[in-house]
């Protein structure tokens, strides 16, 4: 973006002053004019102008990198919520939000590639027993 802005700045500036200064410096050759002056003020006119502009790009330019900071550490905050909804605090392991999207995810798999898949669902007797006393 900067090098843009650059680009584009230096095109605004560079174009006018070659129309400008040879306009400028012909005339005054042929009135017999000292062409030193001519020059020198719009060479000054030009660094002003290109001294503003770059402050003047300068204050848009640090809002929007602020902007764009602030854009990109609401993306991770994001991400690490998501990521953390997904998983038991205890376990570390995928929770149902986790199963289900997974599953929807299977599911669509399957559909797009014309396969099928099975689901397999294990009920052990008693094992909340051996999870409460060995613990999770």
Known sequence: MR??????????????????????????????????????????????????????ARRILEPARRLENARLRLADAYVNARALSLRDGLTGLGNHRAFQEELGRQCDLARRHNVSFALVLIDLDGFKSVNDSGGH
């Open 3 to 56: 090098v843009r802005l650059f680009l584009a700045l230096l095109t605004m500036f560079a174009i006018p002053l070659a129309i400008a200064i040879p306009v400028v410096y012909g005339t005054a050759l042929q009135r017999g004019d000292v062409v030193l002056m001519p020059t020198i003020g719009i060479a000054g006119l030009a660094m002003f102008l290109g001294l503003l502009t770059t402050w003047l």
